[in-house]
């Protein structure tokens, strides 16, 4: 810590520096259509646990769901989210370009990145599938 700033890149931290969200903080994100308890949605969402603003496009979880609709969408809600996650910790684990901040880069090669690292490790997987590396 500097003083009284937090220096860590947390989720916050990180979200607040990143351009990620520069297009739905401006209402300018992809058109996704869906209805909620009778209340339509046009923009995409992202599912989120409790830390994370109170963003209209930031699903969290039902804390303590009551009925078994309720239960049911906060189970699939998490198992989600914690696939995700997973997923996620695989690419950082792999991939160094993943694992260090990318604060200073665009959207657009951002995404480039990640699309470039999920390509790589599926090769990777496809080529380890039978337990032994196959070299052309």
Known sequence: MIGSIDCTLNDINVLDRSPVFDDI?????????FKVNNHKYHMAYYLTDGIYLN??????????????KA???ARRQESVR???????????????????????????????IMKTCVILH???????RDGYPQYD
């Open 55 to 68: 963003w209209s496009t930031f699903i969290q979880s039902i804390p303590l769901p009551q009925g078994p």
């Open 82 to 112: 914690k696939d995700v996650e997973r997923a996620f910790r695989v690419l950082q684990a792999r991939f160094a370009i993943v694992k260090n901040p990318a604060l200073l880069w665009d959207k657009e090669k951002i995404g480039k």
């Open 122 to 128: 599926n090769m990777t997987v496809e080529n380890e």
């Open 25 to 33: 903080l401006q209402g300018r994100a992809p058109r996704v259509n």
């Open 71 to 73: 239960e049911l969408f």
